[in-house]
């Protein structure tokens, strides 16, 4: 079974995905940013910038899909938020 930290971690390299396949150049810096904090959690095993950054890429995802409802994966969202509240 999966740590919540896991959990967390998975659902911020989904997120990277995410705003790697949108073309849209504005969003590189935070996906680099959790490209950085999935690397230092599977090094280090510590959480802390995986929940600073998935929290920062979580108010960018809700702000995209307020814009473009149908860009963003409501389940996208669902995961970081579940992963977050852990």
Known sequence: MKSQNDTLRDACEETAEFFRKITDQTHHEIQ?????????????????????????????????????????????????EESLKK
């Open 32 to 80: 680099s940013k959790l490209d950085f904090v999935v690397g230092s959690y599977d090094f280090d095993k510590n959480p802390v910038g995986l929940y600073e950054i998935g929290q920062e890429a979580l108010d960018i995802l809700k702000a995209i899909k307020a814009k473009s409802p149908r860009k963003v994966n409501k389940q996208l969202i669902s995961n970081l």
